[in-house]
């Protein structure tokens, strides 16, 4: 079953219409309706087209949120042959918020980070809502580590509202933990990817995102703060997330824009959620290429290129 | 205390603060209560001298209290783009801006210098919370990057006084970006094996703690700061539950053994002096048990303000 977005909902009408018309022909053979529903099919492709030709800010942030838009554990799935996830930061705890092993690209075995949302209530929990603690970032630290050490490539897919604002995760050193991991980020001698497949919330992301080459989805958000946080510091109210939205300049073809965001990929029409083998399929070939181009650079020329990127941010604004 | 602290260092301060505030005006503890000096508070940089509650400074009057003789020099900081997302929430954010500038009478929440502390050549950066609450946008970024380039360019070590609400969201991602790139200063720091010390003062928060603020060599707190990612209130939302006396405070993030040391502002200068020194592989500092000069130009000197030529 489709999970309507609430600007959805005259799609949902006429898509809903176009089943129901279907599902009578199918309880009355006598019926034929095919030429009618037919009629709904085209008139709900055009809507979709114009939905999301033009995507608003906040609409692109609940698309990036769906619920059933591809999770990293999706992406892993299809793409990775020999996944092989390793658990733990040796430390206090495995975080379940953050997966992560060993796989093949293609030929190529590369580890894999990434923040897993779960796609169900009980998932949700045990996922933490893709809201790592600091163990799950010294869980990526533990694994980049490897990946340098055996000379690996790192992948890693975003996917996070932020890091967690728990007791214990304060306790444990949550900010140390996330300033660790971008220094570890910084230090490989590796090649280091990454595509923001949903959202990209604020610290907690940039943990695992201080790439080499930064991808984003079409859909895909990536902000300092969510613009509902936002709009309750800077508006005082924080119903005014749309307003905020716009303001935060946050979705993939502004940061392409900045310079944040490297490289955009199409997402299927209707958003990741409406086709997700293809989006997936997509993600593999942005990854495929981007660790391709950085083939045959030595370890200070990979780190060389990383620092000059995030030195060089900045130099271009964004017009009004 | 070194003679150099007792004897040069009242001298040259009453050299340059000759524009002190009137000798009546009061400042009031935010924690005790206790009417307070003016001049006695600014002596005493800024701790309640009944309570020994730490209240804000700014970095120019820390910096006149931590460098020889209340002198440095500032390093200048490469000038960002400004408003590079045309950012406006109730108010704009380039007004914003100015509102900052008039009320502090700074360019903007990072000030780096360079300069002596009991003669040991350092560069130092110190975040302005007064200055929109010292969030992190492009300049500190710049700042950062300034003041590492400047430390590895002379050998020095770099000390860092942080005090910030977190990002500046009003930079966007632009200001999140900042995160990597203090951090790529401070890997800079790291490979030149240049000591980088992080003072935490009230309050480091946020994008601030989650980057540059918690990665030094040695992290020291001034008492009572508040320390966190995820601040006390946005914890109390998510977690439902009040959360305990102290928490995130200094000397709790020292317990939980995110922290080297937790010293009074009082204390800092030597101590700094001394972990610096010694990081540097440098003699001890010059101490009091040197021979010092006479009492009684010391006095002459404190009496004697105007007398600017010693
Ligand atoms: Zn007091």
């Known amino acids: 079953m489709t999970n309507y977005l609430e600007f959805e909902k005259p799609l949902a009408e006429i898509e809903g219409k176009a089943e129901e018309l279907r599902a009578m022909a199918r309880a009355n053979e006598e019926m034929d309706v095919e030429k009618e529903a037919a009629a709904l099919d085209k008139k709900a492709a055009d809507m979709l087209a114009s939905l999301y030709g033009d995507l608003t800010p906040w609409r692109k942030c609940q698309v990036a949120r769906h619920p059933q838009r591809p999770h990293c554990r999706d992406y892993i799935n299809a793409l990775f042959t ?44 045990e996922r933490n809502f893709g809201m790592a603690r600091p163990e799950g970032y010294r869980k990526a630290i533990r694994l980049m580590d490897l990946a ?55 610290g907690g992301a940039v943990a695992f995102a201080t790439a080499n080459k930064v991808a984003m989805l079409e859909h895909s958000i990536y902000s300092v703060i969510s613009p509902e946080g936002c709009a309750s510091i800077l508006w005082k109210d924080a119903e005014k997330m749309r307003e905020a939205a716009e303001a935060l300049r946050l979705t993939a073809q502004d940061l392409f824009e900045l310079g944040v965001c490297d490289q955009i990929i199409r997402e299927p ?49 964004l017009a009004a | 205390m070194n003679w150099i602290s007792n004897y040069v260092r009242p001298r040259i301060n009453s050299i340059f603060s000759r524009r002190e505030v009137p000798e009546n005006l009061w400042t009031k503890c935010d924690d005790c209560g ?10 005493n940089l800024n701790v309640c001298t009944n309570c020994q509650h730490h209240m804000p400074i700014t970095p120019r009057a820390r910096f006149e209290g931590l460098f020889d003789g209340g002198i440095f020099v500032e390093v200048d900081v490469p000038e960002p783009l400004a408003d590079p997302l045309q950012f406006r929430d109730q108010k704009k954010y380039v007004d914003r801006i100015k509102d900052a500038r008039r009320n502090t009478a700074e360019k903007e929440a990072m000030l780096v210098v360079e300069g002596e502390i009991g003669r040991t050549p350092v560069v130092a950066a110190g975040q302005d919370f007064s200055f929109m609450a010292g969030s992190m946008g492009m300049y ?125 502002r009082g204390e800092m200068r030597d101590e700094l002096i001394t972990i610096v020194r010694m990081l540097m592989k440098l003699d001890p500092a010059v101490s009091g048990d040197l021979p010092s000069p006479a009492d009684d130009v010391a006095e002459a000197a404190e009496d004697a303000p105007d007398d600017a030529n010693v």
């Open chain 2, 140 to 264: 500190v970024g710049n700042a950062i990057i300034a003041a590492a380039e400047r430390a590895v360019e002379l050998r020095r070590p770099l000390i860092l006084f942080s005090a910030a609400g977190g990002a500046r969201m009003q930079e966007g991602i632009l200001s999140l970006m900042q995160m990597p790139r203090t951090t790529v200063a401070v890997e800079m720091l790291k490979e030149a094996n240049l000591p980088y010390i992080v003072v935490l003062t009230h309050p480091t928060t946020g994008g601030v703690t989650a980057s540059y603020a918690m990665l030094g060599d040695v992290q020291i707190a001034e008492p009572g700061a508040l320390i966190c990612f995820a601040g006390p209130r946005v914890i109390e939302q998510t977690i439902r539950e009040k959360l305990p006396e102290g928490f995130q405070r200094a000397e709790y993030l020292l317990d939980h053994g995110m922290l080297d040391r937790v010293t009074p």
């Open chain 1, 148 to 202: 340098d050490r055996f000379g690996l490539p790192v992948i890693t897919l975003v996917d996070t509202p932020g890091a967690y604002p728990g007791k214990g995760a304060e306790e444990r050193g949550q900010s140390e933990a996330i300033a660790s991991s971008t220094a570890k980020c910084l230090q490989l001698g590796v090649p280091l990817v990454s595509v923001i497949i949903g959202e990209g919330g604020s």
């Open chain 1, 269 to 317: 029409l209707g958003g990741a959620h409406r086709a997700a083998e293809d989006t997936i399929a997509s993600v593999g070939t942005a990854l495929q290429t981007m660790l391709a181009d950085m083939d045959g650079m030595d370890a200070n020329a990979l780190r060389a290129d990383r620092r000059s990127k995030y030195l060089e941010l900045g130099s271009r604004g």
């Open chain 1, 82 to 125: 020999e996944y092989t996830p390793l658990a733990g930061d040796r430390n206090f705890a495995d975080d379940h918020a953050v997966m992560g092993g060993l796989g093949r690209l293609g030929d190529r075995p590369v580890v894999v980070i990434g923040h897993e949302k779960g796609n169900d209530t009980k998932s949700r929990i």
């Open chain 2, 34 to 43: 206790t009417m307070l000096f003016h001049r006695e508070l600014t002596e």
